[in-house]
T-cell receptor
Framework: AQSVTQLDSHVSVSEGTPVLLRCNYS??????LFWYVQHPNKGLQLLLK??????LVKGINGFEAEFKKSETSFHLTKPSAHMSDAAEYFC???????????FGTGTKLQVIP | SAVISQKPSRDICQRGTSLTIQCQVD?????MFWYRQQPGQSLTLIAT?????????ESGFVIDKFPISRPNLTFSTLTVSNMSPEDSSIYLC???????????FGPGTRLLVL
């Protein structure tokens, strides 16, 4: 069975400071992991994905995530927050590659000017 | 990636009525998915729609309430039947892109039931 826990429902950072959005997963197999972003009144956009290649995954808009099997974590980071990063972020896990996925509860990122 | 459109983008409906949501993708795909995102919640999978077969529903969702059609490899519809205010949600379709091992999502349909 697969599950994902996003440890923070809300994160607030100042513009220009680092972003850390935390995600822990549970999976019976070698999981595929994804981060999606949802801007207000917009659809979901894929930020990045991990599918058993390099453990450090680089995505769009300067985001990256590191797969740590020993910690069952897949935290999302960005060195410097921009106002346009304010959105809701979803961590997603799949045991079966990409078809049957499970969404986390989401983390709302607020960026303070 | 895949470009996905949904119609309508939003609607306000009266309880007891039904609404059909359309999902169109710009390339042929085998699997399409329908999700519900209730206010302030995460996404929950309603069903998986493969072309040429009956949709597969997740626990808690039934065909009578959410009938799905998948007439070809680029199109699907989800109907929300006999609506109640509890059906007020965002409904999203997604498609799988096997080569990229990824799901891509449509912009969603925002439904408000009065």
């Amino acid at each position: 069975a697969q599950s994902v826990t996003q440890l923070d429902s809300h994160v607030s950072v100042s513009e220009g400071t680092p972003v850390l959005l935390r995600c822990n997963y549970s999976s019976s197999y070698s999981p595929s992991l994804f981060w999606y972003v949802q801007h207000p009144n917009k659809g979901l956009q894929l930020l990045l994905k991990y599918t058993s290649a390099a453990t450090l995954v680089k995505g769009i808009n300067g985001f990256e995530a590191e797969f740590k099997k020993s910690e069952t974590s897949f935290h999302l980071t960005k060195p410097s927050a921009h106002m346009s990063d304010a959105a809701e972020y979803f961590c997603v896990v799949s045991d079966t590659g990409y078809q049957k996925v499970t969404f986390g509860t989401g983390t709302k990122l607020q960026v303070i000017p | 990636s895949a470009v996905i459109s949904q119609k309508p983008s939003r609607d306000i409906c009266q309880r007891g009525t039904s609404l059909t949501i359309q999902c169109q993708v710009d390339s042929q795909v085998t699997m399409m998915f329908w999700y519900r995102q209730q206010p302030g919640q995460s996404l929950t999978l309603i069903a998986t729609a493969n072309q040429g077969s009956e949709a597969t529903y997740e626990s808690g969702f039934v065909i009578d309430k959410f009938p799905i059609s998948r007439p070809n490899l680029t199109f699907s519809t989800l109907t929300v039947s006999n609506m109640s205010p509890e059906d007020s949600s965002i409904y999203l379709c997604s498609v799988e892109v096997p080569v990229q091992e990824t799901q891509y999502f449509g912009p969603g349909t925002r439904l408000l039931v009065l």
